[in-house]
């Protein structure tokens, strides 16, 4: 069972920062592509990250690349992702999930099971 939890996230002013945290249970990172989704309210989940299992393969979504930076530590069986210069329309709960088998970033959510998420939200 690929199983994955997220924390890490929290209230924060625009311009702000965040890093969130994806940690792995029953399986090692080492040997998969992780990527971070979100959905705002009344929203379509989307596709923000994603790391292969080398980790120098990344992605991200237009609206957050120069921004937000994904990486991990095989060490911890963890994958981050900081966030900085947080818009209000970054507003959603993020969820982690694994998009593939080694450097196979799919953009779909095909290993795992869907988490609790964490919430993000930016405003004044």
């Known amino acids: 069972q690929l199983n994955v939890v997220e924390s890490g996230g929290g209230l924060v002013q625009p311009g702000g920062s965040l890093r969130l945290s994806c940690t792995a249970s029953?399986?090692?990172?080492?040997?998969?592509?992780i990527g971070w989704f979100r959905q705002a309210p009344g929203k379509e989940r989307e596709g923000v990250s994603c790391?292969?299992?080398?980790?120098?393969?990344?992605k991200y979504a237009d609206s957050v690349a120069g921004r937000f930076t994904i990486s991990r530590d095989n060490v911890k069986n963890t994958v981050y992702l900081q966030m900085n210069s947080l818009k209000p329309e970054d507003t959603a709960v993020y969820y982690c999930?694994?998009?593939?088998?080694?450097?196979?970033?799919?953009?779909?959510?095909?290993?795992?099971?869907w988490g609790q998420g964490t919430q993000v939200t930016v405003s004044s």
């Open positions: 790391i292969g299992s080398s980790g120098g393969r990344t």
């Open positions: 999930a694994v998009e593939g088998v080694g450097d196979g970033c799919s953009g779909y959510a095909e290993l795992s099971s």
């Open positions: 029953g399986f090692a990172v080492d040997y998969y592509a």
